[in-house]
């Protein structure tokens, strides 16, 4: 078997100055509001930690998990939820916040579990979008970076493969 490599694709400095542009955005989006920032575990754990950040502005946060059926680096349909959110959001402006969105399927089943409990509101948020991958339609509202076709498996800055790569400060592809 041959050893994974990686290869550089997005800087911290890329990230840094896409995640203030995106915070700039949704600021903006939603003046004199009370977002709920909803992080969708374990991927976009560093991404929401410097969103919220950079947005100083009155929010709220919580987390939700959800798992799909596949291998290490593909997404099957079948999705499942691992962790429940803790507060109520009825009636709230909710901001789900992912990692990557590829195929769809986990962003769609959590917003349609979401959307039961009956929030005001409900936009997206990811840093990467790959929507050349997508099979279900889902619409993201503020992506950071849209991936090209032939970009990989990417890992870093909250992404894993295989629970591993989550710290690098940098956006790799994996080879
Ligand atoms: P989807 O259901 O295919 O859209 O995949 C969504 C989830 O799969 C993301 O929230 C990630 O956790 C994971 N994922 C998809 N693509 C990648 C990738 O390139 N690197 C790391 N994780 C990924």
């Known amino acids: 078997m041959q050893a994974l490599s990686l290869k550089p694709i997005i800087s ?13 955005e949704i600021k903006k989006d939603y003046a004199d509001k009370c977002p709920v ?3 969708v575990l374990k991927g976009s754990f560093i991404f ?16 939700t998990r959800a798992c799909s059926y596949g291998s290490k680096d593909y997404s099957s349909g079948s999705v499942e939820l ?22 769809g ?3 769609n089943f959590i917003i349609k579990y979401l959307e039961a409990k009956k929030p005001f509101s409900i936009k997206i948020c990811s ?4 929507p050349s991958k997508r099979v279900v339609d889902v619409k993201v509202d503020y992506a950071g970076f849209t991936l090209d076709k032939d970009v990989g498996f990417v890992v870093g800055y909250g992404l894993d493969y295989d629970e591993e790569y989550r710290s690098l400060q ?5 080879r």
């Open 12 to 24: 911290k400095n890329e990230i840094e100055n896409a995640v203030q542009k995106l915070a700039s």
């Open 37 to 39: 920032l909803i992080g």
């Open 48 to 63: 929401l930690s410097d969103l919220a950040r950079e947005l100083n502005m009155p929010l709220k946060i919580d987390f």
């Open 82 to 103: 691992v962790k429940d959110i803790e507060m109520s959001i009825k009636g709230l402006d909710v901001l789900v916040v992912e990692d990557i969105v590829d195929t």
């Open 105 to 107: 399927y986990t962003l």
């Open 127 to 130: 840093l990467m979008d790959k």
């Open 170 to 174: 940098d956006i790799y592809e994996l």
